[in-house]
C-alpha cells in the first residue's frame, strides 16, 4: 500500500552553498540519497552540516547550486502540491479561526469552502482539537498551535510531508508527547516522512533511517538503519545503543 | 474588559458569605462608583474647579465663563440651530478630504508595500511632501484653488493623505514573511498571498493610520476654516472671541472635542469588528 502511494524522492549529487562574508561556505556537497515510499527518514548533523536546507531544497523553497532533486521520477521545480512543509513555528494566520487555518491549504489550491473545510474538520479531530475548530491561534498554547499547523499540513493530503524541527520550540512534556503524536501520525497516513531535527532521541524515535549529514568538508553522509518494532519504546537496551551508536557519530561518546 | 469588570466583584462576593444582601448591594454600589471615581474623577475635578473658580470670581469670568454658561451657549446653538449649519459644513470639507485620503492613499500603500519599484521611485518626493508643513503650503493652495472649498478640502486631504499611506505601506511590509512562505509552501499565487496573508495583515496597521488620519483632518479642519471661511466649526472659534462671545467660542471648541471622540471612537469599533482576532485593539 505505501509504495502505491507513491511519493519515492531521489536525490542526485545535490549541492549547495552560500556565501558568508565574501567567502563560499559549502553546506551540501554532492549528497546523493534514495528516500523510500511511505518511509520516516530522519536527518541529523551539527548546525550549519545544511540539514535544514536539504529540507527546504526538497520543500522548493530553496534552489540547489548543483544536482538534482526528482519524485517519483519527476525533477522538481520549486514547490509542488504532492509535498507539505511543517515549521518548527506553527505560522498560523492569525485572523483565521482554527477551522479557517487548517482548510487554508485546500482552499489556496481552488477547493470550494465546504469541502476544505469537511476535510479540514477531519484532520482537525485527528489532531486531538475536535473542540477548538472556532478558537483564534492566540489563544492557543504552543503545542496547540504546532497540532493546527500539522492538520493543516496533512489536510492537503500529501505524498511527501516536510517538518523542519517541528518540536523544536515545545517543552520536554509536551515534545514527547507530539513525538508519539507524529509516529501514529505516520502510521495512519501512510506518507513519506523527512525530518529535520537535532534531539538524537526524537530521531531513534521516529526514524526508519537517520541521514547523519556530515559538518567537515570531505565527511560523509552516513545512514543509520533503525531497525526496532513500534510504537518504540525509549527505555528499551536497544533503543539506548542507538542512541549511544549515534553520540559517537557527533563524537560525544 | 468591560466584562471582566462586571464579573470580578460578583465572583469575589460569592465566597465571602454571610453577609446580607443589602449590604452586598451597597458595596457593589460603592465598588461600581470608586471605579467611575478612580477614571473620571481627575476629569471631573477639573471641570468643578472650573465652575468654582469662574463664578466665584478667582478668574476673570469673562474670559472663562463658567461652565453652565458654555453649556447654555452650546444648548442654544444646537437646539436653536445656530451651530447645526457651522457642523454640517465642517464635516463636509473634513469628510470629503478623509473619503478622498482614504480612497487615494489606501490603494497607494499597499501597491507601494507590494512593489519595490514604485516604493522606490516615489519615496523621496513623498518624503520631501511629507516634511513640509501643510499648513505652510495652504497660501500655495489658495493660489492655485482660490479661496473658497476646493483649497479648504484640498489642505486637509494633503496633511491626511500621509499618516494613512505611510502606516498602509509599514503594515504591508511588516507582515511576517514566514507566513508568506507558508502561503508560497501550499501554491498560493502572488494575487492570492496578497488577498489572504497580505492585505488581513495589515489592517491593524492601516487602522492606525485611519486614527491618526482622522485626528489630522479635524485639526486642519480648524486651521484652514480660521483663515477666510465665513462659516464652520473653526470659523465659528475665531468669530465668536473677535466679538468678545466667549461663551460661544467655548461651546464651538466643545463641539470640536466631541467630534474628534465620536470619529476615534467609529473607526475604534469598526476595528474591533473587523480584528476580532486581535487582542491590542485599544
Known amino acids: 500500500m505505501a509504495s502505491a502511494r507513491g511519493g519515492e524522492v531521489t536525490i542526485r549529487d545535490l549541492s549547495k552553498s552560500f556565501s558568508l562574508g565574501g567567502r563560499q561556505l559549502a553546506v551540501l556537497r554532492s549528497l546523493n540519497l534514495d528516500i523510500r515510499s511511505g518511509e520516516c527518514l530522519v536527518i541529523v548533523g551539527a548546525s550549519g552540516s545544511g540539514k535544514t536546507t536539504l529540507l527546504r531544497i526538497l520543500a522548493g523553497l530553496e534552489r540547489a547550486d548543483g544536482g538534482a532533486v526528482a519524485i517519483d521520477g519527476r525533477e522538481i521545480e520549486g514547490v509542488g502540491e504532492e509535498r507539505a512543509v511543517i515549521f518548527q513555528e506553527p505560522r498560523l494566520l492569525p485572523w483565521l479561526t482554527v477551522l479557517g487555518n487548517v482548510a487554508f491549504g485546500l482552499e489556496v489550491r481552488g477547493v470550494p469552502k465546504a469541502d476544505a473545510e469537511k476535510r479540514a474538520r477531519f484532520y482537525i479531530a485527528l489532531v486531538g482539537l475536535a473542540e477548538f475548530g472556532d478558537a483564534y491561534p492566540r489563544q492557543l498554547s504552543g503545542g496547540m498551535a504546532q497540532r493546527v499547523g500539522i492538520a493543516r499540513a496533512l489536510t492537503v493530503q500529501p505524498e511527501i510531508l516536510l517538518l523542519d524541527e517541528p518540536l523544536g520550540a515545545l517543552d520536554a512534556m509536551t515534545k514527547i508527547s507530539m513525538q508519539e503524536e507524529l509516529a501514529r501520525i505516520w502510521n495512519e497516513e501512510n506518507v513519506t516522512m523527512v525530518v529535520v531535527t537535532h534531539d538524537l532521541e526524537e530521531a531513534i524515535y521516529l526514524a526508519d533511517r537517520v541521514l547523519i549529514l556530515p559538518k567537515e568538508k570531505g565527511g560523509a553522509a552516513r545512514l543509520i538503519e533503525i531497525d526496532l518494532p513500534r510504537p518504540r519504546d525509549r527505555s528499551e537496551s536497544r533503543f539506548v545503543r542507538y542512541r549511544e551508536e549515534l553520540l559517537r557519530e557527533f563524537g560525544l561518546h | ?282
Not at chain 2, 145 to 171: C, D, H, M, Q, R
Not at chain 2, 214 to 224: K, V
Not at chain 2, 240 to 252: G, W
Open chain 2, 1 to 282: 474588559m468591560t466584562l471582566q469588570h462586571i464579573e470580578r466583584p460578583i465572583g469575589i462576593s460569592g465566597h465571602d458569605g454571610g453577609n446580607g444582601f443589602g449590604s452586598e448591594a451597597l458595596r457593589l454600589a460603592g465598588r461600581t462608583s470608586a471605579r467611575i471615581l478612580s477614571r473620571y474623577g481627575v476629569l471631573l475635578g477639573f471641570l468643578a474647579l472650573w465652575q468654582v473658580a469662574a463664578s466665584s470670581g478667582w478668574v476673570n469670568a469673562a474670559v472663562l465663563p463658567p461652565i453652565d454658561a458654555i453649556v447654555a451657549a452650546l444648548w442654544k446653538g444646537l437646539a436653536g440651530g445656530g451651530l447645526l449649519g457651522d457642523i454640517a459644513i465642517s464635516l463636509q470639507r473634513a469628510g470629503l478630504a478623509f473619503a478622498a485620503a482614504v480612497i487615494v492613499a489606501i490603494p497607494l500603500g499597499l501597491i507601494m508595500g507590494q512593489v519595490r519599484a514604485v516604493e522606490t521611485a516615489l519615496d523621496p518626493i513623498l518624503q520631501l511632501f511629507r516634511q513640509t508643513s501643510a499648513l505652510a503650503l495652504y497660501p500655495v493652495f489658495i493660489l492655485l484653488l482660490g479661496l473658497g472649498e476646493a483649497s479648504k478640502v484640498f489642505v486637509i486631504f494633503w496633511a491626511t493623505l500621509f499618516p494613512l499611506l505611510l502606516n498602509t505601506i509599514s503594515g504591508v511590509k511588516e507582515v511576517d514573511p514566514k507566513l508568506l512562505e507558508m502561503a508560497r509552501v501550499y501554491g498560493a499565487r502572488r494575487l492570492t498571498i496578497f488577498r489572504r496573508v497580505v492585505l488581513p495583515g495589515a489592517v491593524p496597521s492601516i487602522f492606525v493610520g485611519l486614527r491618526l488620519g482622522a485626528t489630522t483632518a479635524l485639526l486642519l479642519l480648524i486651521a484652514s476654516e480660521m483663515i477666510g471661511a465665513n462659516k464652520g466649526i473653526g470659523f465659528q472659534v475665531m468669530n465668536a472671541q473677535y466679538n468678545f462671545q466667549i461663551p460661544l467660542m467655548f461651546a464651538a471648541i466643545v463641539i470640536l472635542a466631541a467630534l474628534g471622540l465620536i470619529a476615534n471612537q467609529a473607526l475604534v469599533g469598526l476595528q474591533r469588528r473587523l480584528c476580532r482576532w486581535s487582542s491590542t485593539v485599544g
